[in-house]
């Protein structure tokens, strides 16, 4: 006998699935719906089914979009003289809201990651060399950012990329950067980890 | 110009609405489901709408049910003569997955609680009252175990359940108990709090 209806025990083993989510804050989630009244269940399940019907990727930098082309390849204002390659949609929904870039993005969909069985193969880099190359076509000079995580995967992933333009970079038609590395706005000196202290340490500037 | 497609901040915002998800983690839930193969969101999609579908609450404890009576109601291996009084459905699956009781649940529905402009009105005491009638009934002696919350307001709500059945309990037809509060299993003395240590003292037993 199980204590739990089995329609209930289906929504929480969903919801366990989510990332970050583990067995007891499925529980509390699928109650949550339980109590509310208003078919907030019925809501989340119209907006999930919506979403996955209405959202594909965007066929040239592979963002999520709505349409053939996302919002920002499609815009006008945005600067198609430096492409900033990232892992995941996520990561351009950070720079959108920082609202420090005004260029376009490409995402590669993940990090080479030979741990989780993720090689270049399953990543996005023959896109990437194509939209490279589309772009090259129509500008005088392309910069690409690589703006994957700092972190060992990232950091491999970089090394690919770097790989993969480096005779279109001897041939001086493009130039390639990374995102600089060092110490994060409000950081404690006494607290930093040494790589980041010895990354900002590389990285320091004149004043 | 959003950032996001329309639909996937549709699904933002109603994942933001549960519990202990703020606005970081109902994105990162969102992009799960847009990364996610196997059409992972119509799974949860599809396990909501049964859910909202399917259950109700058993017409005797209140529980979540998929029948008319929950499983525990319904079933002839639980006691009949004790009756342990929870603030919400969790509660009852907190005690089934101990297995240390083998009676019949009610699930209030909350606790007293004017702060939030939760009255006793829009609790289910006159249904427990009716339940505690019809167990009566049957039965030579009746326990009613309070196992609201050890919080402020559970408390006031384990009073106001006292208060219910003060008439009956001086007529000696039921025996209203309350569960103890001490010290949890591994605890240690040194970061106890007052009140616990205040209520381990009060409760301590001869050994």
Redesign the interface.
Same mark, same amino acid.
């Given at each position: 006998?199980? !204590?739990? =209806?089995?329609? !209930?025990e289906? #929504?929480i083993? +969903?919801?366990s699935?989510? =990332?970050?989510?583990g067995p007891k804050?499925a529980? @509390?989630? /699928? $109650?949550? $719906?339980? @109590?509310s009244p208003n078919? &907030?269940?019925?809501?989340? /399940? %119209? /907006?999930?089914?919506?979403? +996955? &019907?209405? #959202?594909k990727n965007c066929k040239k930098c592979f963002n #999520? /979009? +709505?349409e053939e082309e996302c %919002?920002i390849c499609s815009?006008p204002l945005r600067k198609k003289d430096r492409i900033c390659v990232v892992e995941? =949609?996520?990561d !351009? #929904?950070a720079f +959108? %809201?920082s609202g420090v870039y005004d260029g376009v993005y490409f995402v590669l969909g993940g990090v080479i990651s030979p741990a989780d069985g993720i090689t270049s193969e399953e990543l996005r880099f023959k896109e990437l060399k194509n939209r490279v190359q589309e772009l090259l076509s129509d500008a005088n000079t392309l910069e690409v950012i690589i703006a994957t995580n700092p972190s060992l995967e990232g950091e491999a992933t970089a090394s690919y990329i770097y790989d993969l333009f480096k005779n279109l970079l001897k041939e001086g038609k493009l130039k390639l950067t990374r995102l600089a590395m060092g110490l994060p706005t409000g950081a404690d000196l006494e607290y930093a980890d040494r790589l980041t202290l010895k990354k900002a340490l590389e990285g320091r500037r004149n004043i």
């Open positions: 006998m199980s !204590v739990l =209806p089995k329609s !209930v289906k #929504v083993d +969903e919801f699935r989510l =990332p970050g989510v804050s529980s @509390r989630m /699928a $109650y949550h $719906y339980l @109590r078919k &907030d269940a019925t809501k989340l /399940a %119209n /907006a999930l089914i919506q979403m +996955e &019907d209405s #959202v #999520v /979009a +709505e %919002n815009s995941e =949609p996520l !351009v #929904v +959108e %809201n």
